[in-house]
């Protein structure tokens, strides 16, 4: 039963975040930011959520920089679209999870074209 709370509550936190962003944040360092994943804590104080960032390497960082110092306006619109009693406190991660899918199968052609 907790696993599917669980569950619901990071889906509505990925939800949220995903319309924030995709409204435009008026930080000139967020760049093209897709929020693929959210783990919250069991006790609801702290949230990571996993971001694609579109660029090179320092564009990315810039954004996770911008995205970083705007985690205050994003909580607040959490806690006023959700109503949670405790809002959970906002960690940026650059998911690597596409660019690793992407290595495994170039990986898979060359042994392929082998």
């Known amino acids: 039963m907790a696993g599917q709370r669980m569950r619901r509550v990071n889906e509505a936190v990925r939800e949220v975040l ?5 409204g435009g944040l008026k930080d000139p360092r967020i760049g093209f930011v897709t929020v693929v994943s959210v783990e919250t804590s069991p006790d609801l104080r702290s949230a990571k959520v996993y971001v694609s960032v579109l660029g090179d390497d320092e564009e990315q960082e810039k954004t996770l920089e911008g995205l970083a110092h705007c985690h205050g306006y994003l909580q607040s619109r959490l ?3 959700l109503g949670m009693k405790h809002t959970p406190q906002l960690t940026f ?18 042994i392929e074209e082998q």
């Open 18 to 22: 995903s319309e924030t962003l995709a």
């Open 93 to 110: 991660v650059r998911d690597e999870s596409i660019e690793h899918g992407l290595r495994i199968e170039k990986l898979l052609k060359e």
């Open 79 to 81: 806690a006023g679209q």
